[in-house]
């Protein structure tokens, strides 16, 4: 039955306003009865033929716009819903949707008659007043419609069944209206629908949209439909070899063709450009299991041409949004490509109801007195199939961020632009962690999420703290766009410092409304930070290329001296070295600077010189090549300082060089020079020149500047050689 004859239906029977027999379900119930009980054929209609009853009666002399009386709009929508699967819970409250809003009839009342669940669902979509709230009463009746939402998701299946049944009505309004109801639909209730997966009330809410705002797109698209319409449709003739071929094979399965719906025809025209007849729909062949999907698939690609492109396992990889089915194509020997998609029933109910065909997922496991309750999500978890997740992550996210939200017009923005990601992504977080704040698990994002995203996400306000990131074991910018599966190690500031906090350009890389929220806060409380230019992306800290001396006595990690150090050769060597020639001078190599216990070599230089290399320097092979002299060196056995440089690889962040300088003080060793080179991509590396009083303890402290938080790496400083 039509949905305009449904409306008419409805409206005539609904003036009858009393039971068809005593103690039975009034007229107007029937059908939905009907419809509700193919989907749950034990479910008790009591509570539904009380709901209608005050619904009607706290209705009665109030009429739509369209004419019809009120009352037809909560069976409209209660009707959707129950073609849908909904159980009895839902419906119930759907029936009374709009009467705390528009009646006497009070949420005590309605608590106390139908009990608390169904109060809450009430409750969920009931509008704020203008009167009270002003501009900001609908932004914040969404607000509240969600936060309701979290708890309990099938707040939001009523409200998109009656933003349907409103949008099939929208005619008799203003075009202006027509046209502000309908962005707001577009722009927040439709991708609604598709994170809830209820694909059925998606579909048709983007072609009514798409008629409104874009009336001579549609006219022209419903043109190439109807044009279509007029010749055989191709898919016929494909969906017969199909059903032969299964036949043949033994796969019991029905095979359908799925026209496609206004919007679908007309970005398919947008992406192709001139259609081919068999681009109007799409075979879909209906399973009763897992493997008769993976059955029916291998015999299409066997007894057809796949087009591999176009193969896609969403059982394997379930959407975020519980969707489920294999997608793939094929040319037949005619060359015709006809686009397939393969499930199972249980599948399909969910692709087109979403959430809604999962019954209730509150109830316990087992199925209540109805015979409904979760049933059927314990039916897929029996089977294997993906489970109703009571809380999504979008949901999860989004409730998360707008409690920050404080004001309307951020919560109104930040919400219609993440609800504009129309993709979600899974994300492995690898990071340590912090005490408060674990750092292990898959982590859900919008696709186009940067590292800056999964901060925030992981960590909260603590993102603040994020100096650097590994994506897929490598060094990755905080800018990075992550990918579905990436695994992400994050790198927290301690939480024993201030933060260094984040920066304007982070702004340009967060793609989620918590992370920007929380950016901004930060900007706005901390100014004096913004205006120096700290936090930024590419590395906080100390300005790049700075090289200064330390005087060794400051114990407080803070450099000072001269702006740069005296040579090398001036400095006296506190690690003697024995040769094999008493009276030559002895110099440490500065490209490897060898310290004991290093296996050591020597080379006459010019001027009676010996010059000393670790045995594994690159430039000993130089030296035997080109003929020097090998001497024999050994250190000398006896307590003595050395002097090593070492190279630290870090992310850049306020407060490191201290840091670093602070461990190198406390490891009992001196600073002779410091050079912090600029940094590249968030990472930055400082090369210092060590005075020890004991070469064994060169290990030691080598470990102790690695645990400094940021650093990565740790190393021996090897200079390059110039060429020739």
């Known amino acids: 039955m039509s949905a305009a004859r449904n409306l008419r239906k409805l409206s005539r029977v609904a003036l009858l306003g009393h039971p068809s027999r005593r103690g039975g379900l009034p007229h107007a119930m029937e059908h939905v009865a009907k419809v509700h ?21 706290s209705h009665r002399g109030q009429m739509r716009k369209s004419g019809e009386p009120y009352i037809t709009h909560p069976l409209a929508v209660t009707l959707l819903l129950a073609q849908l699967g909904a159980e009895t819970t839902t419906l119930t409250a759907s029936l009374l949707h709009d009467t705390v809003e ?33 501009a900001a009463a609908e932004p914040e009746t969404f607000r509240k419609m969600l936060v309701a939402a979290g708890n309990d998701v099938r707040v939001m299946s009523i409200k998109l069944a009656d933003r349907l049944h409103n949008m099939r009505t929208l005619g008799v309004m203003r075009p202006e209206k027509q046209e502000r109801i309908a962005k707001v639909t577009r722009d927040v209730l439709i991708p609604l629908a598709e994170r809830l997966g209820v694909q059925a009330l998606k579909s048709e809410l983007e072609d009514l949209v798409f008629a409104i705002l874009m009336p001579e ?15 055989a449709d191709p898919l016929t003739e494909i969906a017969s070899d199909v059903r032969r071929v299964l036949r043949e094979t033994g796969i019991t399965a029905q ?12 970005r398919l025209h947008l992406k192709r450009g001139e259609l081919d007849a068999c681009d109007f729909g799409r075979l879909l062949i209906l399973v009763e299991d897992d493997a008769d999907c993976y059955a029916v698939l291998g ?27 294999l997608h793939t194509a094929f040319a037949d020997e005619r060359g015709r490509v006809a686009e397939v998609l393969v499930r199972t029933r249980r599948m399909h109910r969910v692709a087109e109801a979403g959430v809604i065909a999962l019954g209730n997922p509150y109830a316990p496991a087992q199925s209540d007195a109805e015979g409904e309750g979760n049933a059927s999500a314990a039916g897929a978890r029996g089977r294997g199939e993906r489970p109703d997740p009571t809380r999504p992550g979008w949901l999860s996210r989004l409730l998360e961020w707008q409690s920050h939200a404080t004001d309307t017009d951020t919560f109104w923005s930040e919400l219609r632009d993440e609800l504009a990601q129309d993709r979600e992504i899974t994300v ?24 800056v995203d999964a901060a925030y996400a992981r960590y909260g306000e603590a993102g603040h703290r994020c100096i650097g990131a590994r994506v897929n074991g490598r060094l990755a910018a905080l800018g990075t766009v992550l990918r579905d599966g990436d695994a992400v190690q994050l790198f927290l500031e301690p939480a024993v410092t201030s933060p260094s906090g984040p920066s304007p350009e982070w702004l340009d890389h967060a793609r989620t409304p918590a992370a920007r929220i929380a950016i901004r806060h930060w900007m706005e409380s901390h100014p004096e930070q913004n205006a120096d230019g700290q936090g930024e992306l590419t590395g906080a800290g100390p300005r790049a290329g700075r090289r200064t001396g330390e005087d060794p006595a400051a114990g407080n990690g803070a450099l000072s001296g001269t702006e740069s150090a005296a040579p090398e050769s001036a400095r006296p060597e506190a690690t003697p070295v024995v040769t094999d020639e008493p009276e030559a001078v002895v110099r440490l190599a500065r490209c490897c600077t060898p310290v004991p216990p ?68 406390a490891q009992g060793a001196a600073v002779v020079s410091a050079d912090v080179e600029p940094p590249r991509e968030q990472r930055v590396r400082h090369t210092y020149t060590l005075q020890l009083p004991d070469a064994a303890g060169l290990p030691a402290l080598m470990r102790a500047m690695r645990r400094v938080p940021g650093v990565f790496d740790v190393s021996r400083s090897v200079r390059r050689l110039p060429a020739g």
């Open 37 to 57: 009980r193919a989907h749950h054929p034990r479910a008790n209609l009591g509570p539904l033929r009380r709901a209608y009853l005050l619904a009607e009666s």
């Open 102 to 134: 528009d009646t006497e009839v009070t949420l005590t009342q309605v608590r106390e008659e139908f009990g608390e669940e169904v109060s809450y669902l009430v409750d969920g979509v009931t509008k704020l007043e203008k009167v009270d709230y002003g």
């Open 217 to 231: 797109e549609h006219a022209r698209t419903r043109a190439m439909i109807q044009e279509h319409a007029r010749e």
């Open 255 to 266: 095979v359908l063709i799925r026209p496609r719906h206004t919007v679908s025809v007309h």
């Open 299 to 325: 015999e299409l690609h066997t007894c057809f041409s796949p087009v591999i492109s176009e193969f896609k396992d969403f059982i394997a990889v379930p959407k975020f949004n519980l969707y489920q089915s």
């Open 428 to 451: 492995y977080c690898a990071s340590p962690g912090t005490a408060t704040a674990p750092g292990g698990g898959a982590l859900p994002l919008p696709a186009g999420a940067s590292c």
């Open 598 to 665: 290093d296996a050591v070599t020597g080379f006459a230089v010019r001027g009676g010189t010996v010059t000393v290399h670790r045995e594994n320097c690159s430039a000993v092979g130089s030296m035997r090549e080109s003929g020097r002299r090998v001497v024999g060196v050994r250190w000398e056995q006896r307590e003595a300082g050395c002097r090593v440089t070492l190279r630290a690889e870090a992310f850049g962040r306020q407060h490191l060089l201290a840091d670093l300088t602070e461990i190198i003080a």
